[in-house]
């Protein structure tokens, strides 16, 4: 059996994949220090020891694999992207604990056979590819064979888009290991939702309001900068510019389409944000219902069905807001996401 340590163990994601993979296993050990977190481990998992704050713990139990899914704050391009240099005292520079745990593992001959990092796809990139290899060049030293990937969820039939680097270290310098292949989606975002969701988490009025506000769709619709000519009122190019079609006063010729005629009006609740209701009116092509969400293109909006994921803050001012039967990327305060319900 596989004895497993779990460091920042959250709410023990790792733990759950080694039983959905069936290997057989058991968890010796974990670091967590959020309360939270560890109350829904417990509840998941059941009762485990927990070690506490990875700074404080002298000497991990002996065990086969140890994960360390370490903070991604300081890396994730959601935030100030401080790095996680060595001594840094960032909240990523706490994957620097492992490496001191290892040694103190090595002393005493109780290295792990396996390690497993999960982290933010950005700790590939340009910027802090010095630190990972940093990082990979110390386990080799250890003896470890590293291999390392970026996987997103949507192609392991999980209707969200996450992208995140994981890396398998096993410390057998003949070792081979791939990736699995992906799965197709056969998941759809409603899938994964409960039949009943307390009203709480229904979107508010106002961000309903808000998302079907067609007066502020970067101008397109409402042709508040933008100045379409309608084919009935003039024939009559604007001046026609170099680099026509880059700024709102190009010569465009409004076309009206009847697939985006009149959305329609959803009934939204608020606080968590994760649903969006439609209700009977005009259907798109597909003869569903829709909503028209703001966003960053030159159209001004996305179309959102049912079953869609939607981001709902500052959509007017970003690009994808919706993505089509799964949700973006969801983050530890998922209040600015949502899915449009039947
Ligand atoms: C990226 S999350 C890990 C998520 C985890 N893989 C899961 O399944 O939920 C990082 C975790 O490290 C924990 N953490 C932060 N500082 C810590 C510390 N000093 N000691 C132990 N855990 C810590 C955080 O509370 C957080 O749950």
Known sequence: MLKVIELFAGVGAQRQ??????????????SEIDKYAIKVYEKLHGNTPNLGDITKIERLPKADLWTYSFPCTDISLSGKMLGFDKGSNTQSSLLWEVQRLLEIAKINNELPK???MENVKNIVSKR?????????????????????QILNSKDFNIPQNRQRVFMLSIRDDKAEYSFPSPIPL??????MLEDEVDKKYYLSEKMLQFLNDETNRNGFIRK?????????????????????????TDNFIEVFDFRYDEGIRGRVDNDLSPT??????????????????????????AIAEIGDGIYTNRTESKRGVVQKESVPTIKTSPNDLAVVVD
């Not at 056969?186 to 899938?191: A, G, Q, R, T, V």
């Open 224 to 248: 508040k900068q933008f100045r379409p000519h309608n084919i009935d009122e003039s024939d009559i190019a604007f001046t026609i510019t170099t680099k026509a079609g880059s700024r709102p």
């Open 114 to 116: 396996y390690l497993l």
């Open 128 to 148: 802090f590819k010095s630190n990972f290899e940093e990082w990979i060049s110390f386990l080799e030293e250890l003896g470890y064979k590293n291999f390392y």
């Open 276 to 301: 969006i209701t439609t209700k009977a009116g005009s259907k798109g092509l597909s003869g569903q219902p829709f909503i028209k969400v703001p966003q960053a293109t030159k159209q001004g909006y």
């Open 186 to 191: 056969s998941l759809k975002l409603k899938d």
């Open 17 to 30: 994949g080694l039983k959905e993979a069936n290997i057989d296993h058991e968890v010796v050990a974990i």
